[in-house]
């Protein structure tokens, strides 16, 4: 059982000059739920190497269970810091992929060429896709192979508009994830803010925010 965790290689806030990349618990959770499973896990990003952490996930109330396990485990460390760089792999070569949130998908993942033929490779042989918060971001250029937007008539969800706004970043976000799925034809859902809330279609999992990723990870382990 291989699974592929894309992650984001974008560490830029906008222009507020504050740091960005991926959430902490949304990569540390998922990767214990597949490792505790006997999964073999690869780990990559657009650039390679050491992905940004937001340093906002890694503030003492953003602490887990599974964080805490992360920063005593100097394997999982340093196969985080050295992600392979996403061209390079080919989908064949897994049987799901996750994609774990933070801002930093919605400025690279969400514009990235090879991202976007990895999911739809994946599609195409119907094989596990589980994306959490802001990583359904990554659909946003993603096609069927009819053309049509990839989350088109797709039960979804997402980081929310509310959320965004409890986050303060409405206005600092390049796009709000919820309405950028809405435009794409997703049929959106969502639970109560900042509470677990996953959704699956078919081969497709999303999670609504970081309290999901656990729950979303399952669900892909599920599929398998």
């Not at 810091?81 to 998908?105: K, N, R, Y």
Request: aromatic share 8%; proline share 6%.
């Amino acid at each position: 059982m291989n699974i592929l965790m894309v992650l984001t290689s974008h560490d830029q806030l906008g222009d507020t000059g504050n740091k960005t990349g991926f959430w902490l618990e949304e990569f540390a959770s998922p990767y214990y739920v597949f490792k505790d499973a006997g999964a073999d896990v690869t780990l990559a990003s657009p650039k390679g190497g050491q992905p940004p952490l937001d340093p906002t996930s890694d503030a003492d109330d953003a602490q887990t269970e599974a964080t805490k396990r992360f920063k005593s485990d100097t394997a999982a460390q340093e196969a985080l810091a050295q992600t392979s760089i996403l061209s390079t792999l080919a989908a064949d070569d897994f049987d799901a992929v996750f994609f774990p949130g933070g801002h930093g998908p919605l400025w690279d993942l969400a514009e990235d060429a090879d991202s976007a033929a990895l999911i739809e490779a994946f599609a195409a042989k119907d094989r596990p896709i589980a994306a959490v918060c802001h990583a359904p971001a990554a659909f946003k250029n993603t096609k069927t192979p009819e053309g049509k937007p990839f989350v088109a008539g797709r039960k979804v969800t997402g980081f929310t508009n509310s959320e965004e706004e409890g986050a303060g970043l409405t206005d600092v976000v390049p796009f709000l994830l919820e309405d950028m799925l809405a435009d794409r034809g997703a049929q959106y859902t969502k639970g109560n803010d900042w509470s677990s809330f996953v959704v699956t279609d078919g081969k497709l999992v999303t999670g609504q925010n970081p309290a999901s990723s656990e729950e979303a990870a399952r669900r892909l382990l599920s599929l398998l």
